[in-house]
């Protein structure tokens, strides 16, 4: 009986298998990376005491900004 | 129904529904009023040489208490910082540090200037001006290192708290820009002349990306244009990259690039050429623009020679330009 081939297979499956984990890992790190930047962290369903609370629980305490104006008619 | 608005901070100029943030990630839309989310919060303070910033005209061999909170409005594939830059202020460690404990630490720990660096400070804007007009009474510099990507508005109000900026000029064409850094150039060059003829001492950097921006046809039109607007006396630091972020692919910029722009910047008239990252290239120092006399001899930022003279050239009295002492 000849393992060879049975081998081979099983190292090629191998291989795939890890290559097509890093693509997936690559591609998912892309894409994260493209949400992160063009959806920022919509949380318009969210009322505002649950950001408040997530981001004091991230230590962050939002301060008044200077240079922006309210829209009357919403975003365009 | 929660107001919308539009930060008018940088051109971006978001519009933030209710719960959204700007593309910077730290300007957010809570409750119809738009808040920061850096203020006091820094993510990177250190005690650097000024001549990291860089800033090689202003107060050599002084330390510049250096901070920098999460986030950027823009987005360079070359980005040093980008663990900071690219991220929101939840993924960062942060420090809790008020625009008083600022200055007392600068104070504290000898420093004469406090910098506003690593990330972009146009999107710390509120943190940064506090800051330096508590800085400024206590007879500290403050010093903006800056991409420059910012409305004229606030930068008009911002110019008299600072004393000197290093602008990052990355390139010369908006394509670069735009493909590079996902900005415009217009800005950038008005940003600069409004420092500029404002009185804030400016200094500039090129970062010299392989294959990008590396060519004489994109550096020769970088000098003029600096000439030409600014004048000859403002100093021009190429930088060399170092493969980084999302452009690992590149090379480190080779030397013979750092001295073909090194010349460039010379031949064309500017008197302070600069060349950074790159330890004992003759780039590194200072000479007199008239007899051409070593002032300022630095091994990547460390001072080993300083023959100014009041601010000038002790060979023939030329006047160098820049911050030599606090007044």
Redesign the interface.
């Known amino acids: 009986m000849n393992p060879g081939p049975r081998r081979r297979e099983r190292v090629f499956t191998g291989l795939l298998l890890t290559g097509l984990f890093l693509f997936a890992g690559a591609l998912t790190e892309n894409v994260r990376q493209l949400l992160e930047r063009t959806t920022p962290d919509t949380e318009q369903e969210d009322n505002s005491g649950r950001v408040l609370e997530r981001l004091h629980a991230a230590g962050i305490s939002p301060h008044e900004a200077r240079y922006w104006r309210r829209l009357e008619g919403g975003p365009s | 129904m929660?107001?919308?608005?539009?930060?008018?901070?940088c051109p971006r100029r978001c519009?933030?529904?209710?719960?959204?943030?700007?593309?910077c990630?730290v300007?957010?839309n809570?409750?119809?009023?738009?808040?920061?989310?850096?203020?006091?919060?820094p993510c990177a303070v250190h005690v650097d040489p000024i001549e990291k910033k860089p800033l090689f005209h202003v107060l050599p061999g002084t330390g510049a208490f250096s901070l920098a909170t999460a986030g950027c409005n823009l987005?360079c594939k070359f980005c040093q910082n980008w663990q900071i830059s690219?991220r929101?202020?939840?993924e960062t460690r942060?420090t809790?540090l008020p625009p008083e404990a600022v200055v007392s630490e600068a104070l504290r720990t000898g420093c004469r200037s406090v910098a506003y660096t690593y990330s972009d400070p146009v999107i710390f804007?509120?943190?940064m001006t506090d800051t330096s007009r508590l800085a400024k009474e206590h007879r500290l510099l403050n010093l903006m290192i800056t991409a420059g990507y910012i409305?004229k508005?606030?930068l008009i109000d911002l110019c008299p708290l600072i004393h000197a900026a290093n602008v990052d000029l990355k390139g010369i064409t908006e394509d670069y820009y735009r493909r590079m850094c996902d900005g415009t150039l217009a800005t950038v060059l008005d940003a600069i002349r409004v420092m500029h003829d404002r009185g804030v001492w400016v200094e500039l950097t090129n970062l010299l990306v392989p294959t990008w921006n590396d060519r004489p046809e994109d550096i020769r039109p970088l000098c003029r244009w600096i000439r030409d607007h600014l004048g000859p006396d403002v100093p021009l630091h190429f930088s060399r990259f170092w493969p980084m972020f999302q452009l690992k692919n590149l090379p480190p910029t080779p030397r013979r690039t750092l001295d073909l722009a090194y010349t460039i910047g010379r031949e064309e008239g500017l008197h302070y050429v600069y060349v950074g990252n790159f330890p004992g290239h003759p780039g590194n120092n200072t000479h007199c623009p008239k007899d051409g006399r070593l002032l300022i001899r630095r091994y990547g930022l460390a001072i080993l020679e300083n023959h100014l003279k009041d601010g000038a050239c002790p060979s023939c009295g030329t006047p160098v330009p820049g911050i030599w002492r606090i007044e």
């Open positions: 929660k107001a919308a608005v539009e930060c008018r901070l519009r933030l529904e209710h719960g959204q943030r700007g593309d990630r300007r957010m809570i409750d119809g009023e738009l808040k920061t989310l850096v203020y006091g919060n987005h690219q929101p202020p939840e942060n809790t804007y509120e943190y409305e508005e606030p």
